[in-house]
């Protein structure tokens, strides 16, 4: 099936840095999303995001967190500055469009942890 | 806020025999719910989609919904030692992309 990829897989820095988490989403897909999967917790949706803007967010998706994709590249997620909690497993994923029956695809995840 | 329910927490089946996993929710005006392989290091896999009360099957995966009992199962055919991996459930409410997920049933198929 249609392929998203995610890059890094895995990412480890230092409290109180940035980081950029970027997503390949399947390429005629419209609508981005990034879910946030603590270890040994249940997924949670932060954010979607459609035609250059942010459509909807969770109480996660904190001030610091923000998302874009310049010139449909790739998605990504930013968290500037980052806290021990944003430590947890971030999915992107992506549709064709966003509401109605149409299905999300999703990456393999990037593994951040912040120490 | 919609709560996503699964048991149970882990299964474990003989290669062969059925496999049944179970998910609740709160919102009985959801309307769009789907069943997610998630296998480790990698993405999640959508198996079945369902979208009004009875059954659904795609290949040896059947969903079945009852929506005033606020349950959705799945059901693996034949399940073999590739199936096992953490099967989550999900679920979308009208009016909004997002999906509410459960904590998943971590599935063991033993040959």
């Known amino acids: 099936g249609p392929k998203v990829l995610q890059i890094p897989s895995h990412q480890i820095i230092d409290m109180g840095q940035m980081v950029t988490l970027n997503c390949d989403p399947v390429?005629?897909?419209?609508?981005f999303y990034w879910y946030k999967q603590i270890l040994g917790q249940q997924m949670e949706f932060l954010v979607n995001?459609?035609?250059?803007?942010?459509?909807?967010k969770s109480k996660l998706f904190k001030d610091q967190f923000s998302v874009e994709r310049p010139d449909g590249s790739y998605f990504t997620l930013k968290i500037q500055p980052t806290a021990l909690e944003d430590s947890a497993v971030y999915f992107c994923?992506?549709?064709?469009?966003?509401?109605?029956?149409?299905?999300?695809?999703f990456g393999p995840g990037t593994r951040l942890t912040v120490l | 806020q919609q709560k996503v329910q699964q048991s149970p927490e882990s299964l474990t089946v003989s290669e062969g025999a059925m496999a049944s996993l179970n998910c609740t929710f709160s919102?009985?005006?959801?309307?769009?719910f789907r069943w997610y392989r998630q296998h480790s290091a990698k993405g999640l896999e959508v198996l079945v989609s369902?979208?009004?009360?009875g059954e659904k099957e795609e290949g040896r995966f059947t969903a079945h919904l009852n929506r005033a009992n606020l349950h959705v199962s799945l059901h693996i055919r034949e399940p073999q030692p590739s199936d096992s991996a953490v099967y989550l459930c999900?679920?979308?409410?009208?009016?909004?992309?997002?999906?509410?997920f459960g904590e998943g049933t971590k599935l063991t198929v033993s040959s």
């Open positions: 369902i979208f009004s009360d």
């Open positions: 995001f459609y035609n250059g803007k942010v459509m909807e």
């Open positions: 994923a992506s549709s064709f469009p966003g509401l109605g029956d149409y299905e999300q695809y």
């Open positions: 390429s005629n897909h419209l609508y």
């Open positions: 999900a679920v979308r409410q009208g009016g909004s992309a997002k999906l509410i």
């Open positions: 919102d009985g005006t959801s309307n769009n």
